[in-house]
């Protein structure tokens, strides 16, 4: 008679051996909740000009000493698939706009830790996300009827850095001064030309270590911490071609064998060579070539010819970068060495060789006209003081291409978090359903984050904040946190240009929602067995020491 194997009960008897399931309250949406709240909290800290930084030692032991939220995560490597829903909303935020990472994870995560409190208390999950759902719709409402201004002119530099100044001074409080006019220069160089859609990837970073911070200049053109491969150094009204493979002779894909009988098929064979590298090095200076940039190797004889002829020489090794340098002078990638056309050909004013420090840069500058790229070239005493100061500037950036998708702008100083807990709250009051109590602690969520910002500051944030209640139940929606001030005064957020773009903190709102409703909704995790096989066994310690007995 053969053994009954049991089978488990329930849902795991239709799963093959090996997987895992996960169902009700306490074992999904309550896990699920902790593991949010947890992420949310290990980075509240980091929240604010006063945020602090994390120190993150990489899988490749490399120590990066960062406040960027998106950073640190990277680095995590996180596996919990409902914490990774929030890593996947701060990484549409950043497609989106480009800022406002930190205010998405802080909002989700007070917001599911929240819904455990109301789950607790008797609601359920369907209540709790109708209430947040229309909490969400009026927390847009008034967000719009906070408007305090919008950039008039995106041209104007003093515009441009007073609008920016805020999002770079949340990562680097003390910089914001020379950083936001070096990203509103940046920038109105790149629109001036008309180029069609800001693209934040027109505005480029070289760090050369060096120097202060107020050294940094902005360059209508491209920099790149390299030398010429060339003697020639400098060249004024340069016609450019760009090449993406090796300068030099093609090799055929197969070998060959060449049977050479006497010295004299030994020189005509290398003089082959040579009058058909000199033909085509003459065939490009004929074509108006005056400056050569390869993406592949660059060959002893093709370099000496090129020095012969007076054509500069570059050689640049990232694919993405020849791209761009295209792009900025105007010329076609070209896939094979040949004469170029008129039309493949770009223009740069001048072409240069120049030390900073003790780097050597070649410099691609447009003199005349509107660039289509713009460098920052970016100088301070550590790399790891240049690495947060390029984090600052990439937002800058990105609220500057923000902004010329909706010019409008929100106080901030926390004004805007705490109007919008007032204003949602008393919508939330005169609800008659349940949903009520969920749209008030959606309300409250915004009172959080101003928290965070008030504690990161050094201040009582009770305190600070039952003042700033006060205040705007008074009808000064204007009022925020005056850092300076140590929290014994409020300031006009407006009047003091602390301003905020309209669109992050929309979009930061509706994904902060978004992450909150979907994690919410899960009640069943069901894991597969993961695919591979066992373990490989390591390595006996005792390799070389007799067994205790032999069978």
Request: charged content about 20%; some cysteine; overall charge negative.
């Amino acid at each position: 008679m053969a053994a009954h194997v049991p089978k488990p009960p329930g849902y795991l008897q239709m799963l093959t051996s090996g997987a895992r399931y996960f169902s009700g309250l306490e074992e999904v949406v309550y896990r699920n909740i902790e593991a949010c709240k947890e992420l949310s909290q290990s980075l509240r800290a980091t929240y604010g000009p006063s945020g602090l930084n994390k120190l993150v030692v990489s899988h490749l032991q490399k120590i990066l000493v960062t406040g960027d939220s998106s950073t640190v995560l990277r680095e995590y490597q996180i596996e919990h698939p409902a914490a990774n829903m929030l890593v996947l909303a701060m990484k549409m935020q950043e497609e989106e706009v480009g800022d406002g990472r930190t205010l998405v994870l802080l909002l989700a995560g007070s917001l599911l830790d929240r819904a455990g409190s109301l789950l607790r208390s008797g609601l359920s999950v369907p209540e709790v996300i109708k209430g947040y759902c229309q909490g969400c719709q009026r927390a847009l409402e008034v967000l719009d009827e906070l408007c305090c201004g919008q950039l008039e002119a995106p041209l104007d530099e003093g515009a441009v850095a007073n609008t920016v100044r805020t999002p770079i001074m949340s990562k680097q409080c003390g910089y914001e001064g020379p950083l936001s006019q070096l990203v509103a220069r940046s920038c109105v160089v790149v629109c001036s030309g008309g180029h069609g859609v800001f693209d934040p990837d027109l505005v480029r970073v070289c760090k050369v270590l060096g120097a202060g911070v107020g050294d940094s200049v902005v360059l209508g053109g491209m920099a790149f911490k390299k030398e010429a491969e060339s003697l020639v150094t400098s060249v004024r009204d340069a016609r450019v071609a760009v090449y993406s493979c090796p300068f030099e002779l093609s090799r055929p894909e197969t070998k060959g064998t060449v049977l050479l009988q006497g010295p004299a098929d030994m020189l005509g064979f290398g003089d082959g060579e040579e009058r058909l590298m000199e033909a085509q090095v003459r065939a490009l200076l004929q074509a108006g070539v005056t400056v050569l940039v390869v993406g592949g190797k660059v060959g002893d004889l093709a370099l000496h010819y090129a020095d012969q002829h007076q054509l500069m020489v570059v050689r640049l090794h990232s694919r993405h970068e020849l791209t761009r340098l295209a792009k900025a002078v105007g010329a076609t990638p070209l896939l094979k060495l040949g004469t170029p056309s008129p039309e493949e050909l770009g223009n740069c004013d001048r072409v240069y060789l120049q030390e900073v420090g003790s780097t050597q840069l070649v410099v691609f500058e447009q003199e005349k006209g509107a660039p289509a790229v713009a460098t920052i070239l970016l100088r301070g005493p550590l790399h790891g003081l240049q690495d947060q100061l390029e984090e600052a500037i990439r937002d800058g950036v990105s609220t500057y291409r923000s902004l010329g998708l909706d010019p409008r702008l929100v106080p901030g100083a926390g004004a805007t978090e705490v109007e919008l807990a007032l204003r949602v709250a008393a919508h939330g009051a005169s609800c008659p359903s349940l949903e009520q109590y969920a749209i008030q602690e959606y309300a409250r969520s915004f009172q959080d984050v101003a928290e965070a910002l008030v504690r990161n500051a050094g201040d009582q944030e009770q305190q600070v904040i039952a003042r700033l209640y006060a205040a705007h139940q008074e009808g000064h929606r204007n009022l925020g946190f005056d850092m300076e001030s140590g929290g014994t005064d409020l300031l006009d957020a407006a009047e003091a240009g602390i301003w905020d773009p309209l669109l992050v903190k929309r979009s930061a709102i509706r994904l902060a929602t978004n992450a909150a409703v979907t994690v919410l909704s899960v009640d069943q995790i069901i894991m597969a067995k993961k695919s591979g096989g066992p373990k490989p066994r390591g390595d006996n310690p005792n390799w070389d020491e007799p067994p205790d007995h032999i069978d």
